[in-house]
């Protein structure tokens, strides 16, 4: 297993294969680098490299929960890309790591290619971070894999035509197994980091966006997505008329990556950086 040691001493799990132009992949809020397994085929002749979070799946739980901000998210992505000697990379982010993808460009540019974000922008809709704030930090009900993947599917109605091997799939990727039923893969601490920001002052993310300029971007939009609205994609659109669209039919927050609009996307977003 790969890790590396961040400046203040975590272990951060990452895993980093094949070989060409390097794509760094950062997952959702509470997922892991497995979140991108449907989209890794589609990725061949790449270097694709995927960082656990601190506090989620293989890497250390921070016992400061303050730390569990976007700053120190990209304070590790930056120390990560060093360890490895990597100069630039290709972002692509999910969710909290197309967040992640913004800040970057903010504050460490000259180490980007390009960002793809898929299903997230400068506004989040309170519909999803209410839905976030509904589980987050909590282990299921369900007992099993199984009883979790009957459940998605009948919660997650934003979603269609998936099948319930995918559901399946997406048990096991985000619940361990134990004697006593499922648990998270990512510390409950995260909760308070979310709360604590939503009682925050609200801040403008638009700037951050607006700190892609001059880099080649993406955005992938679930078309039944709680978390960006169609009305955000289309300023962002509007603000990077030269920005690769593409919206998923069947999908809420977030889409897979799988499918053949976001694929299409991505792969005329990795043109434009060769």
């Given at each position: 297993m790969a890790t590396f040691t961040t400046s203040d001493g975590?272990?951060?799990?990452?895993?980093?294969?094949?070989?060409?132009?390097?794509?760094?992949?950062?997952?959702?809020?509470?997922?892991?680098?497995?979140?991108?397994?449907?989209?890794?085929?589609?990725?061949?002749?790449?270097?694709?490299?995927?960082?656990?979070?601190?506090g989620r799946g293989g890497s250390d739980f921070d016992p400061n929960w303050q730390n569990y901000?976007?700053?120190?998210?990209?304070?590790?992505?930056?120390?990560?890309?060093?360890?490895?000697?990597?100069?630039?990379?290709?972002?692509?982010?999910?969710?909290?790591?197309?967040?992640?993808?913004?800040?970057?460009?903010?504050?460490?540019?000259?180490?980007?290619?390009?960002?793809?974000?898929?299903?997230?922008?400068?506004?989040?809709?309170?519909?999803?971070?209410?839905?976030?704030?509904?589980?987050?930090?909590?282990?299921?009900?369900?007992?099993?894999?199984?009883?979790?993947?009957?459940?998605?599917?009948?919660?997650?109605?934003?979603?269609?035509?998936?099948?319930?091997?995918?559901?399946?799939?997406?048990?096991?990727?985000?619940?361990?197994?134990?004697?006593?039923?499922?648990?998270i893969t990512y510390d409950p601490a995260l909760r308070n980091a979310v709360e604590a920001a939503a009682k925050a002052d609200p801040v403008d993310l638009w700037p951050l966006f607006d700190a892609l300029a001059d880099l080649p971007i993406a955005a992938i939009r679930g078309a039944n997505s709680n978390l960006l609205s169609a009305e955000t994609l289309a300023e962002m659109h509007r603000r990077r008329p030269d920005m690769i669209v593409a919206t998923v039919p069947d999908r809420g927050h977030v889409p897979f990556l799988d499918e053949p609009q976001a694929i299409a996307a991505l792969h005329e977003w990795l043109g434009l950086l060769k």
């Open positions: 975590l272990s951060l799990h990452y895993t980093d294969e094949g070989a060409g132009l390097p794509i760094l992949c950062l997952a959702g809020l509470t997922r892991t680098g497995a979140d991108f397994d449907y989209v890794m085929p589609h990725l061949s002749g790449h270097r694709v490299i995927r960082l656990d979070y601190r901000n976007l700053n120190v998210e990209c304070r590790d992505v930056v120390e990560l890309l060093d360890h490895l000697g990597l100069d630039k990379v290709a972002l692509l982010g999910t969710s909290r790591g197309g967040l992640n993808a913004m800040v970057l460009a903010a504050v460490a540019k000259g180490r980007l290619l390009g960002a793809a974000l898929n299903d997230v922008g400068p506004v989040l809709d309170p519909k999803g971070l209410e839905l976030i704030m509904g589980y987050i930090g909590r282990n299921p009900s369900a007992k099993t894999h199984a009883e979790a993947a009957a459940t998605m599917a009948a919660l997650f109605t934003d979603f269609q035509n998936v099948p319930g091997s995918r559901w399946l799939e997406e048990a096991e990727k985000h619940y361990t197994q134990t004697e006593s039923g499922l648990k």
